[in-house]
Every structure is written in C-alpha cells, then in structure tokens.
Nanobody, 124 residues
Framework: QVQLVESGGGLVQAGGSLRLSCAAS????????MGWFRQAPGKEREFVAA????????YYARSVKGRFTISRDNAENTVYLQMNSLKPEDTAVYYC?????????????????WGQGTQVTVSS
C-alpha cells in the first residue's frame, strides 16, 4: 500500500517562506518521480513542480519558477518543496503525487498515487 503524507503547511505573510514535506512509503521511493500540485478554492488542480529519479531533473510551473525549489532525499523517502517569496495567490491546498514517469506529472498532471494535501495560506 503506497502512502504519501504531506506536512509543513500553514499561515504565512506575503514574502515569507514555508517548506513542505511529503513522506512516502509502500514502494521503492528512488524508482519513482515525485511532484507537487495545488488547488485553490474554485479552481482546478494545477502542476507546481516535479523531480525525476536520482540525480533528479526538476520541472516547475512558470508561476513558481525562481521562488520554489523541489528536492528529494531518497534515504528518507521524502520529497520537499521549499517555497520562498510567497504571494497571496499561492494560497491553496498542496498535494504531492508519485508516478513512474515524470512526464505524466509535469505534462499531463497525472500521478498514480496522491497524498491528502496540506493547506498553505498566504496573507497580504
């Protein structure tokens, strides 16, 4: 049973930073791409970032490039999303996902397993 558990969300002022974590279990973490997505109220889920297998090519949505950094620790079975210079429009529930193919995460927005999400709220 594959499980993804996100943590690290919260309330932050605009310009601040947060680091999200996603702990994975149930299969060999290093064999799979990982990604982050978000969904704001009334909006569709959107791709944020993805990281391929080790050594980990990274991919970002245009809206977060230069502000967010995705990384992975295969020894800890964890993927991170460092979010800097946060804006009110970054407010959303953030989900991590995993898939054998990074293209499915980054291009088609699909993953074979998803976490439950963590709320990020950025106040102005």
């Amino acid at each position: 049973q594959v499980q993804l558990v996100e943590s690290g969300g919260g309330l932050v002022q605009a310009g601040g930073s947060l680091r999200l974590s996603c702990a994975a279990s149930g299969r060999t973490f290093s064999n799979y791409a990982m990604g982050w997505f978000r969904q704001a109220p009334g909006k569709e889920r959107e791709f944020v970032a993805a990281i391929n297998l080790s050594p980990g090519s990274t991919y970002y949505a245009r809206s977060v490039k230069g502000r967010f950094t995705i990384s992975r620790d295969n020894a800890e079975n964890t993927v991170y999303l460092q979010m800097n210079s946060l804006k009110p429009e970054d407010t959303a529930v953030y989900y991590c996902a995993t898939d054998p193919a990074v293209g499915r995460l980054a291009v088609t927005g699909n993953g074979d397993y998803w976490g439950q999400g963590t709320q990020v709220t950025v106040s102005s």
